[in-house]
């Protein structure tokens, strides 16, 4: 098994005019998590932080992608229900063998960050095949597990350790605990549903890696 994280510069992207278009309306695009894969294309539950002057729904507009709900918005961005039928999306998503990990995304600044892991043959079928659509101009490959005790820190997101370290200092985790979720996220600066995903993620690698080492 391997972890792979594939990361494009802004100049490696404006070759694909509709992710190209996307940057010119949005500052930032973080998928979530997956809610359905279907014949159509891949829902996506995605935070967007639009551009002054511009509206979430333009999104729309695009070939490959279709707001279905918009669900709140803050200081973060706006969170949405987003049909992907983009064929970089969709191509990961059903590749046997190969989990595409959420959060991920595309930032007008740093650029475009996927992670996957999965089968080493699958990875490499799957690298062999955006080497032709959509070459990265960095492609790291570890371990599962790397030099650290568990590897945590390397799995998870920086947003997702923020989170996690956050509402364990609080004791979100107690048995006896009355801190809510809603609590949390006042306290962090996000909407509730944010946090609660991120959690989610972080609570879902782990138990992934303790499973790995169980085995």
Sequence with gaps: MRKVILRWKIPSLRGAKELSKFLEVAERVEVLGHLAVSSEGVTQLVEIKMREGHSVDEISNFDSFEVLEQHEEDSDGVLVSLLCTHPLAVSAIEMSNIHVQPPY??????????????????IRRFLALLRMILPPDKVSVQSLRGEEKNGWSKTLTKRQREVLSHAVRRGYYKQDSNITLRELAEELGMARSTLGEHLQRAEEEIMRMVVDDLN
Excluded: N, W
């Design 105 to 122: 995304g595309i930032d007008a600044e740093r650029g475009m960050e996927l992670r996957l892991s999965g089968h080493s043959k699958s």
